[in-house]
Nanobody, 125 residues
């Protein structure tokens, strides 16, 4: 069992930055692949990015590529989402998720087993 807690959300102006954190419980954090998703009102939950358990490979949605960066510190059981050049369309509840999967499975919420409660990010224009 893994428990995840997101933090770092808030209100920022367009062009600003936020850094989200996701703290995980357990000694086996390094064995999990981690993903970030977001959901805006009236929209489906959307893949944002993912990082492999080793930290050596990252994946991003086209909408955030070049602006967002995922990293992890396995010694601290924490994964981060650095968000730069924020846009109003980035406004959403952001969730972190943990899973153990193979191959190309990483883009769907069904690929993950554990989820945090989410943190609100609001970008004003």
């Amino acid at each position: 069992q893994v428990q995840l807690v997101e933090s770092g959300g808030g209100l920022v102006q367009a062009g600003g930055s936020l850094r989200l954190s996701c703290a995980a419980s357990g000694r086996t954090f390094s064995s999990y692949d981690m993903g970030w998703f977001r959901q805006a009102p009236g929209k489906e939950r959307e893949f944002v990015g993912a990082i492999r358990r080793s930290g050596g490979m990252t994946y991003y949605a086209d909408s955030v590529k070049g602006r967002f960066t995922i990293s992890r510190d396995n010694a601290k059981n924490t994964v981060f989402l650095q968000m730069n050049s924020l846009r109003p369309e980035d406004t959403a509840v952001y969730y972190c998720a943990a899973g153990q999967f193979w191959g190309s499975a990483r883009y769907r919420d069904s690929d993950y087993d554990y989820w945090g409660q989410g943190t609100q990010v609001t970008v004003s224009s």
